[in-house]
């Protein structure tokens, strides 16, 4: 049967606050994965676009509301650095985002033993 949250002992009532906190973080991370995801298709999609141009071929970047002539060159080496950048972004997003999945599980199992009465000390 299940228990009423107050009535859980503080230790358990800390888990699951932590494991909530783990929750929307993994939500935000989920997010802005999504979102750098679809700055870098657009980045490599400029990046193959720029490279089957022409050197000799006029280039045009947007630069706020402006558009401005461009060095080819230049521009490929700019956004080939952003997809770096993008990529390192999200290399860290993923290595955090394991960190909290595997914190948030080491709480689910405590969470578990606490409340099936099993006390984590003794199992060591």
Known sequence: MPQNPQNLPPEAQQM???LQQSQQQLQ??????MELRAQKSQIDKAVEA???TGEDEE???VVGPTVIKSNRNDLLEDLEEKQETLEVKM???EKKEKNIEDKARENQEK???????GNTEEAG
Do not use: A, P, T, Y
Request: net charge neutral; charged share 30%.
């Open 16 to 18: 699951i606050g932590e």
């Open 28 to 33: 935000q991370m989920e997010q802005h994965k």
């Open 50 to 52: 720029l490279k089957e």
């Open 59 to 61: 280039v045009f970047r």
């Open 91 to 93: 290399n860290s997003l």
């Open 111 to 117: 969470l578990r033993d606490l409340m099936s009465g």
